[in-house]
């Protein structure tokens, strides 16, 4: 993790133009993104403890501009699974939102799970992400759990952050990192305890209403911190589910391969019946500020500096044609899209590597990429072969010297 974190551009930009709701509902106080089409049944976001409602905003700007309707929100302050239950239900109800499809990461897969066993007439579907189905493990490895409400931030903030591997990384995981570390320096004592509660919390899932049918499994290959015994037990839970394997992308696939991750849930709500309405996109207007580096990691407060909602909705979606979209969109990016999508697939219970370097191309809305994607490619495969050339003349050499 680097010292010094500056915030991505595009995060910048996100925060000036998606407003950030805050609403207390009873003693919790909820905070969230919800852009997209109101009419859409919504794709709501759980992080994990190291997570805000930030970490899935590169979801919420690609999703939304498809038609989709994204909401991430904050785990509140509860403090154990029977309160997170009703609290979320209590959510729904203020935002006037009856049936969701899921999206969990780590604590917050499990929670999503623990929500479809206890109010399975509200959960349409699930995709979870580097998961588990229960605490003990948790529990058994934090035995001053009793004492977490009185232990000071500073070590409860150390204790969540060790849970984070910490380098060497690729760029892009790198950045994810130092992103998820800039959020957790946002969150309160409180925000850390309530949430390693709910981790050590003597709990698990039990049996599903859901069919497997229902359920995408998104893992990263290359390491979690999510034991592998644990995303191997869910694996085994739901032998009916898609399974979608990230090659690489660390703890916050979301982040570090965010073309992937909206690919894979674009195709989860599509084979679940979610239709998107690209025809009620909601614009953003002409003359936006693009967000200034004052913004960048300044405490909890400036974290919210983004247009607000206090507790007012709208859920009419109108279009003003004197907005543009968010993200602009070539005239052909349907056609893009659709092939892109009629070339990706989930497998079910095969090992799937990350995306091919075509469909990420095509991904990009831009036919330019395709080629230049192909000559790339061409150029790091005759690279490869002459590394692999040039070690074997080495250890040539060095068997005739001996």
Known sequence: MRGVFSAPGDYIYFKSQVPLHKIPIGSKQWRYYDFGPKIVPPLICLP????????????????????????SVDIPRVWNHHEWVQAFEKFLDAIDVHHIHLYGTSLGGFLAQLFAQHRP?????????????ETSNFSA?????????????????????????????????????????????????????????????????????????????MDTNDFCAIPQQLKDQVIERYPGARQAYLKSGGDFPFLSRPDEI??????????????ARPDLVQGIPKDDGGGSSSDQNDGRGNTDDAPEDDGKRDYGGAHNENELPLVPEGPNSGNFENLLLSYAY????????????????ILKNEQTALADVILNFMCEYVILNLLHVGTLYINWKMLLEI
């Open 48 to 71: 994990g403890i190291a997570g805000t409602a930030d970490v899935y905003y590169k979801q919420v700007m690609s999703l939304s501009m498809k038609g989709y309707r994204v909401i």
């Open 121 to 133: 007439r509200r959960v349409r579907s699930l995709v979870l992400s580097n998961t588990f189905l």
């Open 141 to 217: 490895a934090m035995p001053w759990s009793p004492i977490v409400g009185w232990t000071p931030s500073f070590l409860l903030k150390r204790y969540v952050l060790t849970g984070i591997r910490d380098g060497p990384h690729e760029p892009f995981i790198a950045d994810s990192v130092d992103f998820v570390v800039a959020q957790v320096e946002t969150l309160s004592k409180d925000d850390l305890a309530s949430r390693l509660s709910l981790t050590v919390d003597a709990a698990s899932v039990g049996p599903l209403l859901l069919s497997d049918s229902l359920i995408t499994i």
């Open 262 to 275: 909206n690919l894979h849930l674009q195709l989860h709500l599509r084979r679940v019946g979610v239709e």
């Open 346 to 361: 989930l497998s079910n219970g095969s090992d799937e590597s990350t995306l091919p370097l075509v469909l990420k191309a």
